[in-house]
């Protein structure tokens, strides 16, 4: 069992909708990182999160943590949007090892 | 604009040839690292380095090596030890603040296969 899980794997919208993407982890972390991956291979960081909430833009992200669990959201979603999300925690303790999911394949249809 | 360069982007070698994949950034970011990027496993980390002249292994070191004589240059040689090194790589820059990464960068990536 992956310490950090993600769901969906895949998810497939249409242009307009609101999405979320979840994220779990089992033990206490000391940040936790939305990436976006498209699809040439780059990786972009979009949120670094030690609680609470963030908004850029379209995108949202909330983290609860005494649930252990994070939502990425996009509002308006469109076919751009179309990447691989990936979460990622930041573990305390003597390491700043990070520990990613597995991503959810997000794809927008116009 | 700051960020990181990798190559080359494809790469193709030979069973028992070493191959070096360079990665480059501009961020004064004193933490470096690189990943191995494979179909339905989250990103694994190779090794990082976090001061120019020391490094560390991460969780799957073996068959790899790296140097940091630079701040800005972090790069990583796949040996002919390593037994299944078709992947992805990915380089990664980081300020560290305590445990926390912030302003996480990441390369374009270099795609290794090995014939």
């Known amino acids: 069992k992956n310490e950090v899980e993600q769901s969906p794997q895949n998810l497939t919208a249409q242009e307009g909708e609101f999405i979320t993407i979840n994220c779990s982890y089992s033990?206490?972390?000391?940040?936790l990182h939305w990436l976006q991956q498209h699809p040439g291979g780059g990786i972009v960081s979009l949120f670094m999160?030690?609680?609470g909430k963030k908004k850029h833009g379209r995108l949202i992200a909330t983290i609860n943590i005494q649930e252990k669990h994070s939502s990425l959201h996009i509002t308006a979603s469109h076919p751009r949007d179309s990447a691989v999300y990936i979460c990622?925690?930041?573990?305390?303790?003597?390491?700043?090892?990070?520990?990613f999911g597995t991503g959810t394949l997000l794809a927008v249809q116009p | 604009d700051g960020g990181i360069t990798q190559s080359p982007k494809y790469l193709f070698r030979k069973e028992g040839q070493n191959v070096t994949l360079s990665c480059e950034q501009n961020?004064?970011?004193?933490?470096m690292y690189w990943y191995r990027q494979d179909p339905g496993q989250g990103l694994r980390l190779i090794y990082y380095?976090?001061?120019?002249?020391?490094?560390q292994k991460g969780d799957i070191a073996e068959g790899y090596s790296v140097s940091r004589e630079k701040k800005e240059s972090f790069p990583l040689t796949v040996t002919s030890a390593q037994k299944n090194p078709t992947a992805f790589y990915l380089c990664?820059?980081?300020?560290?603040?305590?445990?926390?990464?912030?302003?996480?960068?990441f390369g374009e990536g270099s795609r290794l296969t090995v014939l």
């Open positions: 990622a925690v930041n573990y305390g303790g003597a390491t700043n090892k990070l520990i």
């Open positions: 990664a820059s980081s300020i560290l603040y305590g445990r926390a990464h912030r302003e996480l960068f």
């Open positions: 999160l030690s609680s």
């Open positions: 033990v206490g972390i000391s940040a």
């Open positions: 380095s976090q001061i120019v002249n020391d490094f």
């Open positions: 961020l004064n970011h004193d933490a």
